[in-house]
C-alpha cells in the first residue's frame, strides 16, 4: 500500500492551550507530533520553515515567549503540536516549573502523540533537559527527531563533526532517534526532516480506514 502524502504546507492554526486540561480541542485521536525545544533553540522559525509558512508559528526576538500549547492541522486526522520553550534563564522560576508541568501532562497524557521532534541548537546539543526530553521519549517507545538548528552558524567540517558527535552521544540512550542538521536560514535539513515525520504520520494498518484512504489518495490511486 502506498504512503500518503503529507502536505505539511497545508498547517493551518486550530487552537491554544495553557495545559493538557483545556485541550478539548482536538480530541485525542489521530496522529499528532509535538515540537519541543530550549526557548533560544530557533523552534518556531524552525517550524515556519517546515511548513513554508512565515507566521505560522510565532517568533520573537526574546526567547521564552511561546507560553502556550498550540495545535496546528494539516489535515483532519494529523496536526503538529508547539509545545512552550523550554530552560531560558531569564524566564522567571514560577514560569519555567508552570510550563514543565505543562509540558510533562501533554507528553505523558496523549495517546495520539507519533513522534518528538527536539530543536538544539548545533552549537550547544544534548543540554540536560534536551537530555531528559530524550531520555522520556525513549522510555515511552516514541521515535525522537533531534534537529541541530542554526546549522549555518558553522562551517561545513565543523557542521558534520557536531552532527556526528552528537549522534554518536544518543547512541547510549538507544530507541528510534535520528539526528540531523537544520537551518531556517539556509533552508539545511528541511526535505529530511518532512521524510522522516511524514513516516510517522502514516496510519496504523489495523487501524487504516479505508473510505478516509480512498479520499486521500483520490479515486484514480484508491
Not at 12 to 18: D, N, V
Not at 30 to 36: L, R, T, V
Not at 75 to 80: A, C, E, F, K, T
Not at 158 to 164: G, P
Request: proline letters at 5%; hydrophobic letters at 40%.
Amino acid at each position: 500500500m502506498p504512503d500518503i502524502k503529507i502536505n505539511f504546507e497545508a498547517a493551518s492554526f486550530l487552537t491554544s492551550a495553557p495545559n493538557i486540561s483545556h485541550m478539548h480541542m482536538p480530541a485525542d485521536v489521530g496522529y499528532e507530533i509535538a515540537f519541543a525545544g530550549r526557548s533560544n533553540a530557533g523552534k518556531s522559525s524552525a517550524l515556519n520553515t517546515i511548513v513554508r509558512q512565515n507566521n505560522l508559528a510565532r517568533t520573537s526576538k526574546t526567547p521564552g515567549r511561546t507560553q502556550l500549547i498550540n495545535i496546528f492541522q494539516l489535515d483532519p486526522q494529523r496536526r503538529l503540536i508547539d509545545l512552550p520553550g523550554y530552560g531560558f534563564a531569564k524566564v522567571p522560576l514560577e514560569m519555567k516549573l508552570k510550563w514543565q508541568k505543562s509540558l510533562g501532562e501533554y507528553l505523558q497524557s496523549r495517546q495520539c502523540l507519533r513522534g518528538l521532534v527536539i530543536m538544539m541548537d548545533i552549537r550547544h546539543p544534548l543540554k540536560d533537559l534536551d537530555v531528559n526530553m530524550i531520555r522520556w521519549a525513549v522510555e515511552s517507545d516514541l521515535p525522537v527527531l533531534g534537529l541541530l538548528t542554526k546549522c549555518d552558524k558553522l562551517k561545513s567540517g565543523a557542521r558534520k563533526a557536531a552532527v556526528l558527535k552528537a549522534r554518536r552521544d544518543c547512541e547510549a540512550f538507544g530507541g528510534d532517534i535520528t539526528i540531523q542538521a537544520f537551518s531556517s536560514l539556509k533552508i539545511i535539513g528541511k526535505g529530511e526532516a518532512i521524510a522522516t515525520m511524514s513516516k510517522w504520520l502514516q496510519p496504523d494498518e489495523e487501524l487504516i480506514d479505508h473510505s478516509e484512504l480512498t479520499d486521500e489518495l483520490g479515486e484514480d490511486e484508491a
